[in-house]
Structure formats: C-alpha cells, structure tokens
C-alpha cells in the first residue's frame, strides 16, 4: 500500500480574474491549480530573504550570509510537533509568524516557570544554531506546553486586543480564573 503525503487544506477567496488565470494557467501547463500554486509559494519563498538575521545562527547555514525563507521554514518545520515548529520559526525567521504565534512563543520562551522541560527546540548535530549560543535557547516540556495552548492562545488574542495593556501570562492566568 502507497504511502500518501500529508496535505494541508487552504480556502482562498480570490477575484473572478484570479481563479480564471489560475485556472488557465492550470490547463495549459497540464497539471492542477494546486501544483500551480505550491510551485508559485516556493519560487516566492526561495526569493524573499529573511530580513533580520540573528546573530546565534551558524554562519554554516547560511548561504553567502544570507538566508531565504525557504531555507529557515524548511529548517523549521517539525512535522510531528507543530508548536516546535512555531518557535523553531521564531529564531530563524520570525517574520514569519503572526502576532498572535509570536506571542505565544515568546510566551513559552520567556516563562520557564511554565513551560521548562527536557526537548531541544534545536540540537548541536543540526548545525543551524551556533555551538556556543545552544545554551541560550531553553529546553521545554512539550507535554505542559500541549496542557496549555487553550490559555496561551487566549492570552495572544487578548494581546491582540489589548496592545497597550502591559499584561504578563501569570497574570492573565489570574484574570481568567476569577472569570
């Protein structure tokens, strides 16, 4: 029995002309819309660079010293745990994540009382993170993370809400449970 690739299933709402073009553009090349599209997103990807570059990336991993997106989301993914995904993103290109996503992993890296664990958000032998900066990265619990992505993922949309409201996770944690 063939194994199938996981896919992802995206909605687009798209202009009339859009869909007729991609469509066409589908026909013509004999193939689908969807490889259309995912051959545009990594042509997209392979150009666009990652912007602010940080400084405990190994030089090894970047490529005349730069990094495209392509190279820092392919490096990122995890495809067994998608939250290791998410900060994994935040070091490398953290762009690339929604505000709501930057709080929560900022949220996590920043609050080991929380969140401290055993698993390596990177390991040495990956050669993307410097040798010496591995230590600055912390370990976490997968598990307590996975316990508390319904209150992580509140907290961001309440961030999202409140911009200007300096409120810290322990206390929103608080603020929820008098709710």
């Known amino acids: 029995m ?3 690739k996981k896919s992802e299933t995206i909605h687009l709402r798209v202009q009339p002309l ?5 469509e066409g553009l589908a026909n013509a090349a004999n193939t689908t819309s969807t490889r259309i599209i995912e051959d545009l997103i990594l042509e997209a990807a392979k150009e666009d660079e990652v912007v602010d570059i940080d400084e405990i990336i190994d030089d090894r991993f970047l490529k005349n010293g730069k990094l495209s997106l392509i190279d820092a989301l392919t490096a990122a993914y995890h495809s067994e745990e998608p939250i290791l995904t998410k900060l994994r993103t935040y070091y490398l290109a953290g762009d690339a994540l929604s505000y709501r996503e930057n709080v929560i992993a900022r949220t ?16 040495a032998k990956e050669k993307i993170i410097k040798e010496e900066c591995l230590h600055e990265i912390p370990r976490i619990n997968l598990e307590r993370i996975a316990e508390s992505m319904s209150s992580l993922e509140s907290f961001a949309a309440f961030k999202e809400k409140n911009p200007k409201l300096k409120t810290k996770y322990s206390e929103f944690l608080k603020m929820a449970e008098l709710d």
């Open 18 to 22: 859009s869909k007729l073009l991609l």
């Open 2 to 4: 063939a194994v199938r």
């Open 108 to 123: 996590i890296l920043y609050h080991p009382e929380f969140f401290s664990g055993d698993q390596e958000i990177f390991s």
